[in-house]
């Protein structure tokens, strides 16, 4: 029983509440954390396995876009959303919203808009010069792309759902 001017329950000094206000591991809403997995493969295999390391031959792989240098920053987002998980810590989350938006969606967009010259010979010569897996690579780019802007546009829709949730709590917290 908890009551400011009642009596205490028996055994207890009061300063036993710490593990009530805690939420289970399994309640807690991770901002994006697996929509992060594919964005952090798509990093690794791009920046070690074609542009850096040169595993793979470009006669099999095309090398990467002028878009994608800047793409790679889109590791920022995801770092914010890590580090503001465990305290919920609101400016981090915003910040990961926003650079969601510089670093994600606006370079997929340039991209998209940068590719259409290419996508538009392919589309009426039937014409392509950069291959990925045999396959033209602005058409598998355009579909790199659409994934890529969808599993964004999540990240940053539930970025936005939990700093709701926070920003709700911690004003709840203030009122009190």
Same mark, same amino acid.
Request: proline share 5%; with cysteine.
């Given at each position: 029983?908890?009551?400011?001017?009642?009596?205490?329950?028996?055994?207890?000094?009061?300063?036993?509440?710490?593990?009530?206000?805690r939420?289970?591991?399994?309640?807690?809403?991770?901002?994006?954390?697996? =929509?992060?997995?594919?964005?952090?493969?798509?990093?690794? &295999?791009?920046?070690?396995?074609?542009?850096?390391?040169?595993?793979?031959?470009?006669? &099999?792989?095309?090398?990467?876009?002028?878009?994608?240098?800047?793409?790679? =920053?889109?590791? &920022?987002?995801?770092?914010?959303?890590?580090?503001?998980?465990?305290?919920?810590?609101?400016?981090y989350?915003?910040?990961s919203?926003?650079?969601?938006?510089?670093?994600?969606?606006?370079? =997929?967009?340039?991209?998209?808009?940068?590719?259409?010259?290419?996508?538009?010979?392919?589309?009426?010569?039937?014409?392509?010069?950069?291959?990925?897996?045999?396959f033209?690579?602005?058409? &598998?780019?355009?579909?790199?792309i659409?994934?890529?802007?969808q599993?964004?546009?999540?990240?940053?829709?539930?970025?936005?759902?939990?700093?709701?949730?926070?920003?709700?709590?911690?004003?709840?917290?203030?009122?009190?």
């Amino acid at each position: 029983m908890a009551s400011r001017t009642g009596p205490r329950a028996s055994g207890t000094d009061g300063s036993d509440f710490q593990h009530r206000e805690r939420v289970a591991s399994h309640y807690q809403m991770r901002s994006g954390q697996s =929509l992060q997995l594919p964005h952090l493969i798509y990093y690794t &295999v791009n920046l070690v396995t074609v542009s850096q390391l040169s595993l793979v031959s470009h006669k &099999v792989v095309a090398s990467p876009y002028q878009w994608e240098y800047p793409y790679l =920053l889109s590791i &920022v987002p995801t770092v914010f959303s890590f580090l503001a998980l465990p305290r919920n810590n609101i400016s981090y989350l915003v910040v990961s919203m926003i650079s969601a938006g510089l670093f994600c969606v606006a370079p =997929l967009i340039y991209g998209g808009m940068e590719m259409f010259p290419v996508a538009q010979q392919l589309y009426r010569h039937g014409k392509a010069y950069r291959f990925i897996f045999g396959f033209s690579a602005v058409s &598998v780019m355009y579909l790199v792309i659409v994934i890529a802007v969808q599993v964004h546009a999540w990240q940053i829709y539930y970025s936005k759902q939990l700093l709701d949730q926070w920003f709700t709590a911690t004003q709840d917290k203030k009122k009190k």
